[in-house]
């Protein structure tokens, strides 16, 4: 990482493109000023540089992946004291660091997620509280979430000042179910899986839309699609027809944002699917919701297996996938245009197209989430 400089420039892809060339030969170890001249000719943008003293700069913009350490004795004294909790195994370190935790009672454990979020900008807390407000909104109607729990003075949150910044620290239910294996591909092959997602998402759709009709001062806290990842969806062009579906509160409202297969568990015995994980929470089009189950499908067909590069998907088809899916989401009065729907799989597209190859500037080459950057970078990347 270089310390030494602070560059303010659009992330357009000619620039990052050329200069992840540059990385991969090594090629960012001369004079400074060579890489303002080359950024200035690529892009025609003002770059600030305030020189210090170092030369390998690029990985200092790491917004995408910016992790905040966190003191995790601290947390665990929190879990203690307000929840009578005991703090277990952590599960994901990112912008969140997520552990189980547990609670002992007449020789039962029940398990319990936190999730502790570091704030040292003070902007975190309203996006949480208003997660948490529709979390509770959507179990309090059948929903099948994991909602959060009160603490000691029943409050759904803990905010503890810390030498970095405030810490907001949420605890939920755990989900019930069992997690999806991915490489067993049972989700993309049996109907049940795709049917019952397409179920839930609709549901939580229709509950989405009541939601934000009766809580609209709480929506202004919500965050935009364009804000997401560090804006890299920002600058992608939207259509007019979208645009006007965008002002429309049967088409756009509240989405999950992130469902995948490492998102949810399901049971088996009810086919239900069990959500979890919405730090992702954003305002954007609900077909954009639908279309993160549906490119994943669409991803294994056309790159493969993301996980192990070399392996094909066995028996991939994705348009068999999205009817099925569709079908559940459908069943009960729900409806989504299938060319809008189109558009919303090729905004996914560009979210992943976009996300990798900034990724592949940012990334150690021993990130958790390196090697699937590099599958995707690797084949995103070849496409105009």
Not at 163 to 175: D, E, K, N, W
């Amino acid at each position: 990482m270089h310390p030494g400089y602070t560059v303010h420039f659009n992330h357009s892809r000619k620039v990052w493109k050329h200069v992840r060339v540059l990385r991969e030969k090594g090629d960012y170890s001369g004079d400074e000023w060579h890489w303002s001249e080359l950024l200035w000719q690529l892009d025609g943008q003002m770059l600030e540089m305030k020189q210090k003293q170092n030369t390998d700069f690029i990985t200092s913009i790491m917004p995408l992946f910016e992790t905040i350490s966190v003191d995790e004795n601290h947390i665990r004294d929190l879990v203690d004291k307000h929840y009578g909790l005991k703090l277990g195994t952590l599960l994901k370190s990112s912008q969140n660091n997520t552990y189980l935790a547990t609670k002992s009672e007449d020789g039962t454990e029940t398990k319990f997620i936190v999730r502790a979020t570091p704030d040292p900008k003070n902007e975190r807390l309203p996006a949480i509280q208003l997660e948490i407000a529709l979390l509770n909104d959507l179990y309090s109607q059948g929903l099948t979430v994991c909602p959060p729990i009160k603490n000691h003075a029943s409050q759904y949150h803990v905010v503890s000042d810390t030498p970095t910044g405030p810490l907001i620290v949420v605890v939920f239910q755990h989900a019930l179910g069992s997690p999806v294996d991915f490489l067993s591909w049972r989700w993309l092959h049996e109907k049940k899986f795709a049917v019952s997602l397409g179920r839930w998402m609709a549901k939580f759709h229709q509950l989405s839309r009541q939601f934000c009709q009766k809580n609209p001062q709480l929506l202004k806290d919500a965050r935009p699609w364009t804000a997401l990842h560090d804006g890299v969806l920002k600058e992608v062009p939207v259509t007019e027809e979208d645009q006007k579906l965008s002002q429309s509160p049967q088409s756009y409202g509240l989405i999950h944002g992130d469902v995948n297969v490492s998102n949810f568990f399901f049971d088996e015995d009810t086919d239900t699917v069990h959500m979890f994980d919405w730090d992702q929470l954003q305002t954007c089009w609900y077909g954009y919701d639908l279309s993160a189950p549906i490119w994943t499908s669409v991803a294994c067909k056309e790159g493969g297996n993301p996980l192990d590069s070399t392996q094909a998907v066995p028996n991939c088809d994705p348009q068999v996938y999205t009817d099925w899916f569709l079908e559940g989401y459908e069943e009960n009065g729900e409806k989504m245009d299938r060319e809008h729907l189109k558009r919303m799989i090729g905004l996914r597209r560009q979210l992943y197209k976009r996300f990798s190859a900034r990724a592949m500037i940012e990334l150690p080459e021993d990130h958790p989430m390196a090697a699937f950057c590099r599958h995707m970078d690797s084949w995103l990347g070849k496409e105009e």
